[in-house]
């Protein structure tokens, strides 16, 4: 899906196409004879709609397969920087470091065949859910960093396997072997931690009772105005990820701050993770939805971009190319590091005991350049307490200094946001942003997806 668009792209299914509204609310006035035509033709268009969602599947799988098994171009003299992490793919052991921590993020895709949608007939999200999908994933780096210790990695993805990634040629067959023995060891260590990331992985599930799966972000969405097959662009999601959150409660001691106009308000931060002594912070998910441009991403934030994902507070970012939504979470040299949703899979059962964990983990990583990238995004940090939010502020701030000085990316702000009053006041078509002693106008329209146009 194509971040920078309003509309339900072709391959999506839109609910005003839905055959049943038609008819299950039928006036008195209509006859007979007449209610049970019209529903014969409803019937017909939900086959017909039912039909074209499984042809959309089966294309976006094809696509999926075909692109995946287009080997990654890796630069093996070059570092690759994924989360905060950098890896020298010329040492073996950095390759299998970055092959267990790439295969130990949440890989959640397209799915077909789980319950319907509320309110509409819809049983797959393909064609349309690819940003859910990609926020999902961001919040899913975010709770694992919460839930797991750090450096904790997939137990099943504890093996040297040579795969399409190709990191492995040219190694010994004994230097394999040896990084196979510990890595064994290691996973047999990591365990009891199973329990904990299956937890997490069925938060995610195709199932209405997950707090954080499909059917709850539709039904979130519905207040800001968006229902099954509609277009979610990269902003609203960051805020049915906060609701999502916010009325789980599976994690009370986390929360999710939306930045307002690319501006963090640091005393909205304090007053939302602040609890009484002698109670910790509640830990926080910071999202910061940005416009990096018009139709094209502009060029001179290149290395604002690289520098945040380089950050260890970063969990990535919601974004895409046109038509594409993909989750970014490195780079090496000028080509983004990411995760695909569109690759569409049947739903798995995770109420099952020891259900199936291999379609939710990727081994085929890949790499897109950055001027393809799609100015519309969201970028997320994850801060486990005070010290660590004060780190985070510190070092955004470092990287963001990179960026045009008159025009940064986002900033940090002492005090509180305007309220809705003081919001009013402001006209509805420009926003004033300050940084330092300066302050500028931003320009903004609600056909770019309420971002700030930078």
Not at 387 to 416: H, Q, W
Request: proline share 6%.
């Amino acid at each position: 899906m194509n971040p920078s668009s309003s509309s339900i792209s072709s391959e999506g299914h839109s609910p005003d196409d839905d055959p049943t509204d038609g008819w299950l609310f039928l006036s008195s006035e209509v006859s007979r004879p007449q209610q049970l035509e019209e529903m014969q033709v409803d019937e017909d268009a939900e086959d017909q709609s039912k039909l074209k969602s499984k042809l959309v599947s089966a294309w976006n799988s094809v696509k999926y397969v075909w692109s995946w098994k287009q080997k990654p171009k890796f630069n093996k003299s070059s570092s690759l920087v994924m989360l905060g992490k950098s890896y020298e793919l010329k040492d073996q052991v950095e390759k299998e470091r970055f092959r267990h921590a790439f295969t130990s993020l949440l890989w959640l895709t397209y799915r077909r065949g789980f319950p319907p949608l509320p309110g509409i007939s819809l049983t797959t999200d393909s064609g349309w859910g690819c940003v859910l999908r990609t926020g999902q994933m961001l919040l899913a780096r975010g709770l694992v960093l919460h839930q797991m210790p750090p450096g904790w990695t997939w137990s099943t993805s504890q093996h040297a396997v040579r795969d399409d990634m190709d990191l492995l040629v040219g190694s010994s067959k004994d230097e394999t072997d040896k990084t196979t023995r510990r890595l064994s060891l290691d996973s047999h260590l990591d365990r009891p931690m199973e329990a904990s990331h299956r937890r997490v992985v069925k938060w995610f599930s195709d199932d209405p009772s997950a707090p954080f799966g499909i059917h709850k972000l539709v039904e979130l969405g519905k207040s800001s105005g968006k229902k099954a097959g509609d277009w979610y662009g990269p902003s609203i999601v960051a805020h049915i990820l906060r609701k999502a959150v916010a009325a789980s409660a599976d994690v009370p001691n986390l929360v999710v701050y939306v930045a307002q106009d690319c501006t963090i308000y640091l005393e909205d931060v304090k007053r939302l993770c602040e609890r009484p002594p002698p109670q910790s912070w509640k830990s926080v998910i910071i999202l910061v939805p940005v416009r990096l441009g018009g139709q094209d991403l502009n060029p001179s934030y290149i290395t604002c971009v690289k520098k945040l994902l380089a950050l260890e507070s970063c969990i990535g970012i919601i974004g895409g190319k046109p038509k594409h939504s993909l989750f970014f979470v490195g780079f090496q040299d000028d080509h983004l590091l990411y995760l695909d949703p569109h690759y569409c899979r049947p739903a798995v059962d995770t109420k099952k005991q020891n259900f199936p964990l291999e379609s939710f983990h990727c081994k085929y990583p890949r790499t897109m350049s950055f001027s393809r990238m799609d100015p519309s995004c969201t970028f997320g940090f994850y801060a486990k307490g005070q010290k660590d939010f004060e780190a985070l502020c510190t070092a955004v701030n470092e990287a963001l200094s990179t960026s045009a000085e008159t025009y940064p990316m986002f900033i940090f702000v002492e005090g509180r946001s305007p309220s809705e009053e003081e919001a009013r006041k402001l006209s509805t078509n420009i926003t004033y942003i300050q940084r330092k002693s300066e302050r500028r106008k931003v320009v903004t329209s609600s056909s770019m997806d309420e971002f700030v146009l930078l």
